[in-house]
């Protein structure tokens, strides 16, 4: 692209030219952002409404215990003891317990409908987690 606006007649670029470069530049990289993205959600709801039901984002019943985690749906069930967990990061009223970096489990600290519930389960995390694994609160 700086091969079209070196003009060597003129000793080098021309700043309406690079200008206009940029700003081409600049709008290339927001309408492939914006239009990735997009196409990107439009394939995950075509996913999730023609999937069978509970199969996509099945409703998860979970167990938290001494030994882990155990998690039940209508067509499987799953067991994690704590060392299976790398990561642990609360975002959006969600706390996330990364087992790596493309996988974790997902509970959303509205179960916890009780406050006595909310701390036994931190108190859980913190007895369970080593500390390596804990992460700063994102806001």
């Not at 309408?31 to 959600?41: K, L, M, P, S």
């Not at 985690?69 to 996330?96: D, M």
Request: proline letters at 6%.
């Amino acid at each position: 692209m700086g091969f079209l606006f070196y003009k060597p007649e003129k000793g080098g670029f021309d700043n309406i030219s690079v200008t206009i470069g940029l700003i081409g530049l600049i709008a290339l990289m927001l309408v492939t952002r914006f239009r990735i993205r997009g196409r990107f959600d439009k394939q995950i709801l075509k996913m999730i409404n023609t999937s069978p039901p509970d199969t996509v984002l099945p409703e998860t019943e979970l167990t938290i215990s001494e030994t882990g985690i155990s998690g039940k749906t209508k067509i499987a069930e799953v067991k994690y003891p704590w060392n299976a967990f790398q990561k642990r990061i609360t975002v959006n009223n969600c706390c996330y317990l990364y087992i790596n970096a493309g996988h974790a489990l997902v509970i959303p600290l509205r179960a916890l409908k009780t406050v006595e519930e909310k701390e036994a389960f931190e108190k859980m995390l913190s007895e369970q987690l080593p500390l390596q694994a804990e992460l700063p609160a994102m806001k």
